[in-house]
């Protein structure tokens, strides 16, 4: 820590920090532009300018920019000098002398760090009277809206969009006044992060598109603490409703996981919440048709089922439903009748996933990602599975680059000046993959075959790290020099980092993956791992899932054809799980198919009883991330009427369809309880837990509504001019009212985390946010409690796990078929969302443009994929990207089948086409 002084008080500040920074983490007002705590400074703005002084006997002192001055013990600024008052007040007039006076309409109104700037400087009056300069602004796809009068040229959109997030479709073209930000051309932005940009650019240059058809000013959302529900990272957002619909979804800063940065999935893939898409009515089917039923009836009638079916109930949880919500229905059902509702392979592999997080080597966070220095990825396309995490990779391959600036006493802050060592190789990362990744231009070195191939790759590298010769006839000269080559990497580095997933369903590759990690911790203690998997709260489930009988989702059809033939379904589509086939035999052999869920997905229209429950935007719950951190989120908006959460409709047919006073702190309580995986719930809990905060809220909640909210009463008002009875949440801490702690007196750091907006005095837009990053500075993590603590008397379970590394005897026309996954395609919740189901690619057999060639095939032939397990026809499209001998099918996307992937496929030709095929065709990647 060093010692400061501004305007003659004293201050202690981090050392290492700029100026600019220190002075915000202490709550002092200082306004700037260009800087952005994740992306540096470069000096562009001329804002932030302070007096420095050289001594305590200067009084004239000279002007300094506070982003480009390193704190030092004993410097003396001042921040209302009327020399820099006047020179900041100068800038902003310069930079608003064109600006468009559309506040009133511009989306960003309210919510605009250039209102605040504007304000904070002084400057209230425009003198300039000459013509205003105009642009051509583009269309830019579905999400991002584009309007370049308004640009300020700090250059933070560029900055992020190519040097952060590695996007090439985004430059800053022409010089002075008459910069111009965009691509060459109208089209989508390709970067999986273009959405930032909406929160990165400090006016309304970049807004959400999306939003902007359905428009609220952001003091009319009502908001709360939330997680993202498309992947398994467990991103913190902040959802914005109003009038019961979800209007936006915006970062919410967690300083362990994505920092203040989304994907755009998880961004802009919230539409399946919308109530014209939703379930919002209880029905049962029968001979005579469908009935719509009240809540009460519904209860009524799930209560006489569960009570019917005695010893023949079943019930089938999901992985992206609630660990509340899961619980309940297996505390309905018993332990032995509750299945986990995933195939064999995916339980396969997520339970690989617990068993390696147990045995010692440490599950990395997103933060812990990006100090890695060396990495190797086996099998993943992070931009596709994990988007959040490929960005944490592309800032850890700068870490060589990092460690020169500061051996040559250049501050990190010091964006461009890090830059410019370009000389400097990047930190190594290699990547194993059947096709092309996002991360491929960052790679060190790329092992681009089968999964079988790259599974005797891992092996091989395992082998090198333990220094046991290999002398195996699979192992080419090629695929040994390649595993030296990222064994020393690995073995070299101070923070190796291993990544792995389920994205490739081939176990064997994973188990590959868990032995490299064994052999570099007996190496070095600091390795860590980092795993994807399947869905929000894939590794929640299994941790819930009793390991004392089979519980997949085959385990539950075996069930059904030995009789047990009542089922309650919970926010799950089985024709997502398991062959149509296989589904369709199971759900014959059933009596009653009892669906809670809130989307009309494919298994919808089998079910006799649907119950409506809550999206995450409507409901509070747990889920458990990849790292094994269990996070609670909360309701922005109240359910809407006729639905209720998922253990909520559970919880209270216990008693026939009477109210149960329960609490879901309560239930999360006995959750805890009922596990010894999950008993550190309790340390959840104690965050949680209303009792605990009254002697800091003074009896009070925090409101999810502004002090400036308006219309409350205005949407009833044809009905009834009085004002309606507000929705209580008695079983949080937040409320759904305006009225509660303002966000100014919450000085408690853990109640800090829950605050439903970023609001500061004087700072309105998202911008506020780093007023707080004092809370974070002394190190302390971000909420959420880590549920796995590795055990020593699960290290030797790393030597059974042997993987089928023998190569299958295929024919030479055979192909290995993969799954390839997409960020907008591959997410059936997502694809619920118009803008994301845009980008969205098309069924087809991807091929490698030799094996198409040496089967004769063109572009957009339509074949027939032969299996022993299943026949599909697909139109191909070929793609030099590919490993040859290997084919790739998108997964996941509605109009498809699920398939039991890697395969051995043959192609039939069914119907050719007229176009010709040209080498190195690639498919849309949407």
């Not at 759900?587 to 089998?606: A, C, M, N, P, V």
Request: proline share 6%; glycine share 6%.
């Amino acid at each position: 820590m060093v010692t400061i002084d501004v305007d003659g008080r004293r201050y202690q500040v981090e050392a290492g920090q700029n100026l600019l920074q220190a002075c915000l983490s202490l709550g002092l007002n200082l306004p700037y532009f260009c800087w952005h705590p994740a992306l540096g400074s470069v000096g562009a703005c001329r804002q932030c300018a302070v007096t420095q002084y050289m001594d305590a006997d200067d009084n004239r002192g000279r002007l300094a920019m506070a982003c480009m001055t390193p704190v030092s013990d004993g410097l003396r600024i001042s921040l209302q000098n009327d020399a820099e008052k006047a020179f900041r007040s100068g800038i902003i007039e310069t930079l608003m002398s064109r600006h468009p006076h559309d506040c009133p309409v511009c989306e960003e109104g309210g919510d605009c760090h250039l209102q605040d700037m504007t304000v904070m400087s002084g400057h209230h009056r425009r003198r300039y009277r000459g013509a205003k300069r105009t642009f051509h602004n583009q269309q830019l796809g579905p999400l991002v809206r584009h309007e370049m009068n308004r640009c300020i040229t700090c250059f933070r959109c560029v900055r992020f969009y190519r040097d952060y997030a590695g996007g090439h479709d985004l430059h800053a073209m022409g010089s002075r006044d008459r910069t111009y930000f965009g691509r060459v051309e109208d089209g989508n932005l390709e970067s999986p992060f273009a959405g930032n940009l909406v929160e990165v650019c400090p006016t309304g240059v970049f807004t959400d598109k999306p939003h902007g058809e359905s428009y609220s000013r952001k003091w009319d959302l009502q908001s709360a603490p939330a997680i993202c529900v498309h992947c398994s990272l467990g991103c913190n957002i902040s959802p914005g409703a109003r009038y019961g619909r979800l209007k936006r979804v915006q970062n919410r800063y967690h300083p362990d996981i994505n920092g203040y940065f989304l994907c755009d999935r998880g961004r802009y893939g919230f539409r399946f919440t919308d109530p014209d898409r939703r379930l919002l009515q209880a029905l049962q089917r029968t001979e005579e048709g469908e009935e719509t039923l009240s809540t009460g009836n519904a209860l009524s009638r799930l209560w006489h089922r569960i009570k019917q079916a005695d010893q023949h109930l079943i019930g089938i949880g999901s992985p992206r439903a609630s660990l509340e919500a899961n619980f309940a229905l297996r505390q309905i059902v018993g332990a032995k009748n509750f299945y986990a509702g995933v195939s064999a392979v995916e339980d396969e592999m997520v339970r690989l996933v617990l068993q390696l997080m147990y045995s010692g080597v440490r599950s990395a966070s997103l933060r812990e990602v990006e100090q890695a220095d060396a990495i190797l990825i086996l099998g993943e396309d992070l931009i596709h599975t994990a988007p959040r995490m490929a960005l944490s990779v592309r800032q850890a391959v700068r870490n060589n680059q990092r460690r020169q600036a500061e051996a040559l006493h250049i501050p990190l802050w010091q964006d461009q000046a890090v830059r410019n060592l370009s000389s400097i190789a990047l930190s190594p990362c290699f990547i194993t993959s059947s096709y092309r990744t996002g991360l491929d231009e960052v790679a060190s070195g790329l092992w681009r075959n089968s999964p079988q191939s790259q599974t005797l790759v891992a092996d091989l590298i395992a082998n090198k790290i333990n220094e046991i010769p290999s002398l195996s006839k699979t192992h080419s000269e090629g695929m040994q020099t390649w595993a030296i080559m990222v064994a020393d990497a690995l073995k070299q580095a101070r923070k190796p980092l291993i990544i792995a997933g389920c994205s490739t369903q081939y176990p064997a590759l994973l188990a590959a993956a868990g032995r490299i990690m064994t052999a570099l911790k007996s190496h070095n203690p600091a390795a860590r791992s980092a795993f994807v998997l399947p869905e929000c709260n894939s590794l929640g489930l299994a941790l819930l899932t009793d390991n004392d009988h089979e519980n997949r989702l085959e385990d539950a059809f075996d069930a059904a054809a030995q009789g047990k033939n009542h089922l309650i379904l919970l926010e799950n589509d089985l024709y997502q799980r398991a062959a149509p086939q296989q589904v369709d035999q199971f759900i014959g052999q059933l009596g009653e198919l009892t669906l809670l869920d809130y989307q009309r997905q494919r298994t919808f229209s089998k079910a006799d009883l649907v119950l409506p429950v809550t999206p995450f935007s409507e409901s509070g719950g747990t889920l458990i991330n990849n790292e094994g951190r269990a996070q609670y989120y909360f309701a922005a908006q109240p359910p809407a009427p006729g639905t209720m959460m998922s253990w909520h409709w559970l919880w209270e047919s216990r008693h026939e369809a009477r109210p149960v006073d329960e609490n879901a702190l309560h239930l999360l309580q006995q959750c805890a309880a009922s596990d010894p995986p999950l008993a550190r719930l309790t340390e959840l809990l104690k965050q949680l837990d209303l009792s605990t905060a009254d002697g800091r809220l003074g009896y009070m909640q925090l409101p999810r509504k502004s002090q400036r909210y308006s219309g409350r009463t205005a949407i009833d008002a044809a009905d009834d001019v009085r004002e309606p009875a507000l929705a209580q949440d008695a079983q949080s801490l937040l409320s759904f009212d305006m009225e509660g702690v303002p966000p100014t007196q919450v000085r408690d750091l853990q109640l800090s985390r829950l605050l439903p907006m970023s609001w500061y005095p004087g700072w309105n837009s998202g911008q506020s946010v780093h007023k707080f990053m004092q809370e974070y500075s002394d190190g302390r993590p971000g909420s959420g409690v880590l549920m796995l603590q590795p055990a020593a008397d699960h290290e030797s379970d790393l030597t059974t796990l042997q993987p089928d590394t023998e190569v299958q005897q295929t024919s030479d026309q055979s192909l290995t078929l993969v799954p390839r996954h997409y960020l907008f395609g591959s997410d059936p919740l997502s694809m619920d969302s118009p803008p994301v189901a845009s980008l969205a690619p098309s069924s087809c057999l991807m091929l490698h443009p030799e094996d198409a060639q040496r089967r004769g095939l063109n572009p957009h032939d339509l074949v027939r994929l032969e299996s022993s397990r299943f026949h599909l026809e697909l139109p191909i499209k070929t793609d030099n990207t590919l490993a040859p001998g290997v084919a790739a099918i998108p997964w996941n996307l509605p109009d498809q089948p699920w398939l039991p992937l890697p395969q051995q496929v043959e192609l039939v030709v069914v119907q050719r086409s007229n176009l010709i095929a040209r080498d190195g065709e690639e498919p849309a990647d949407g």
